[in-house]
């Protein structure tokens, strides 16, 4: 239990970490939302847990820090996509 609990919170600061890419609030939100999705399925499918409820957990987490993280907050510049 107390490992899934560290796991959970690890994933949690990673994708919060990473969440804050893009310019609007709904870019954030699914950029961050893509990056808790598979950073959770890779991390249930390693812990023995479920691959499914870590994407659900991690998208989750990832789109709402996404979408309240402000764009000042992390700038990694420009996305290369459309440029």
């Known amino acids: ?43 249930g499918a390693a812990t023995g847990g479920s691959p499914a409820t870590g994407a659900l957990i991690g998208g989750a987490v990832g789109a709402v820090g996404g979408a309240v993280t402000s764009p000042n907050a992390i700038n990694l510049g420009r996305p290369i996509v459309g440029q």
Not at 5 to 29: D, E, H, K, M, N
Not at 31 to 41: E, L, M, V
């Open 1 to 43: 239990m107390l490992r899934k609990s560290l796991t959970i919170l690890a994933l949690a600061g990673s994708v919060l970490g990473l969440a804050g890419c893009g310019y609007s609030p709904g870019a954030r939100a699914l950029s961050g939302g893509a990056i808790g999705a598979g950073t959770g399925a890779i991390i």
